[in-house]
């Protein structure tokens, strides 16, 4: 039988649509649009340890994501280099939305001052999305120090040639830092002692062996609850409700000192803005409600834009940089 050319060359055409049809319905249906996220399972990692704060805060939002989108919501923690980790891992991630990173205080504001080599560029290789919470460190001194305000504690200070010192949770953290910034603004001399971790501090502390701290006020409520250290100030721009009867650095009269610890989310640059809008949106109507915040005591819930986060970690940037710089801190691995 013979075939002309025109039907040899359509049943040719033919086969190969019925190939790429076979080959599409094989290999699943062509990748989701922005519009249609989310369309599978969300991660979100979180650059510390299981079990603290920025742990409960992420899983909490995470849960209430996934139920409000019909997917799973996976938090992963990767820990190490003080959030470096972490943060250089959804840095080279897909910007699809489906990867995203709990931004905190040390990886995008504080680390590209304090390490040589970070893995990442905090200010390009991220799209900010929605600033969640802040949490104020607090002024802690020992009850036996007789000292029942700020002033007390700088009138203590000025009186000693070598002034007083205190502990953090470790070189470049806010609770080492946070006293840096108030010694320079207040015009006093405080010798900072390192130790590792907030746990460490509360021991130092109340052995007297540190004294003062200026640390996360999440963590110390316990102890000054209890009465086995005093609170004297907090350093947000307002009371905390978990120590409300401890007034602000400004009300205690020593205006601008802010230092905050603060959690927010950001994904990969190049993220398209309309899954950023819609992380935003979701993110922000799930911690306005107030049952999200009774579960995170002490926590300033913070429903933004995402410019506004990012001009607020610019703030944050500048801040940490001028201090440090001012400091002479040498970056960490730099020779």
């Known amino acids: ?88 891992y959804v840095a080279r991630a897909k910007p699809d939305g489906y990867t995203l990173l709990v ?7 504080i680390n590209q001052y304090l390490y040589d080599s970070i893995g990442f560029d905090a200010e390009k290789d991220f799209v900010s999305i929605a600033l969640l919470a802040k949490t104020p460190n607090v002024v802690v001194v020992h009850p036996g120090s007789g000292w029942k305000s ?41 010798e900072h002692v390192p130790f590792k971790g907030s746990s460490e501090v509360m021991t130092a502390l109340q052995a007297q062996t540190v004294q003062l701290a200026f640390d996360n006020i999440v963590a110390w409520a316990p102890l000054i609850t209890s009465g086995r250290v005093r609170a004297l100030a907090v350093t947000g721009s307002k009371r ?44 922000n109507d799930i911690i306005a409600r107030p049952a999200f915040a009774q579960k995170l005591a002490g926590a300033e819930i913070t429903a933004e834009s995402p410019q506004a986060f990012d001009r607020f970690m610019a703030d944050e940037r500048a801040k940490w940089r001028a201090l440090i710089q001012e400091m002479g801190l040498k970056p960490r691995g730099a020779k």
């Open 1 to 88: 039988m013979k075939f002309s050319k025109g039907l040899l060359s359509a049943g040719l055409r033919a086969a190969r649509w019925s190939a790429l049809a076979l080959s599409l319905a094989v290999c699943g249906q062509a990748p989701a649009t922005a519009a249609d996220f989310p369309a599978k399972p969300v991660t979100i990692v979180v650059p510390f340890s299981a079990g603290g704060f920025t742990d409960l805060l992420t899983r909490q939002l995470g849960n209430e994501l996934g139920e409000k989108w019909g997917v799973p919501v996976v938090v992963e923690n990767r820990v190490g280099a003080g959030g470096n980790i972490g943060a250089a």
């Open 150 to 190: 700020v002033a007390d504690m700088v009138a203590a200070a000025r009186a000693r040639a070598e002034g007083l010192n205190y502990g953090s949770a470790g070189n470049g953290t806010t609770s080492h830092l946070t006293g840096a910034l108030f010694a320079k603004a207040v015009g006093v001399s405080l």
């Open 240 to 283: 905390s409700s978990l120590l409300p009867d401890a007034p602000t650095l400004a009300e205690a009269g020593y205006p601008g000192v802010e230092s905050y610890s603060w959690f927010g989310l950001v994904a990969p640059a190049n993220t398209p803005q309309a899954t950023v809008e819609r992380i935003n949106r979701d993110a």
């Open 103 to 109: 931004a905190n205080t040390a990886s995008n504001a």
